[in-house]
């Protein structure tokens, strides 16, 4: 195929792309992805599953099969939970925290985290709360704001040294990258009105009986 821009073959659908009005399954061909969605009319897909690339790369919108699922249980690319989410336990104090889960050794030295109510759920149903000890990180400039972790056990613990000091109560603590974030929600009966294009990596959709347009990207 005869391409010189890879911006433009993205940019006019010159990848491919398949047509349904059928609740019928698309799948991108091999090696590639869906990467846009265009709705001709107003749908409710019932499966959209995010490329999955264990806890690295971009999350993006996301159908489950059900709901009543904690975050802390939850293991997503939806930008729910960071790249990692573990309980804290009531007895830290200060500016040391100890996991009441397993996973410290997922801990990354400098990664921003937010301290939550640990019953938070992958469906909003409760929402996530953010305790004002750990406030909405900003990573620069002159409000530069945010608590971090300094340092973590190296010897297989489960304490870590904070940037500031947390006073957890039934909570947990996510932890933010570059490319994980938090507070996304399950997208299960979501309505795309008519004319909507939405953007991401998608590895299968299924939509509702009425006019899409998938366009599939490397």
Request: net charge negative; with cysteine.
């Amino acid at each position: 195929m005869g391409q010189n821009s890879q911006e433009v073959a993205y940019g006019f659908g010159q990848l491919g792309s398949a047509y349904t009005d059928i609740a019928q399954t698309i799948v991108p061909p091999q090696g590639m992805v869906i990467c846009a969605i265009q709705f001709l009319a107003d749908n409710t897909p019932t499966v959209l599953t995010p490329e999955k690339l264990d806890k690295t790369g971009p999350g993006f919108p996301e159908i489950t099969g059900g709901t009543n699922v904690t975050a802390l249980a939850s293991t997503t690319t939806r930008n729910t939970n960071g790249y990692f989410m573990g309980a804290v336990d009531d007895t830290s104090s200060s500016t040391t925290a100890t996991l009441s889960t397993t996973g410290i050794e997922n801990v990354k030295v400098g990664s921003y985290v937010l301290l939550v109510n640990d019953d938070y759920q992958e469906d909003g149903a409760p929402a996530m709360t953010i305790d004002s000890e750990t406030p909405v990180p900003i990573y620069s400039g002159p409000n530069k704001q945010g608590v971090y972790v300094v340092s973590r056990d190296a010897d297989g613990g489960d304490e870590m040294v904070l940037s500031s000091a947390v006073s957890p109560s039934s909570q947990a603590l996510i932890f933010l990258d570059a490319e994980h974030g938090a507070g996304a929600i399950i997208s299960n009966g979501q309505v795309y009105p008519k004319g909507v294009v939405i953007y991401g990596r998608w590895t299968e959709f299924k939509p509702s009986a009425s006019g899409v347009i998938c366009y599939f990207g490397k």
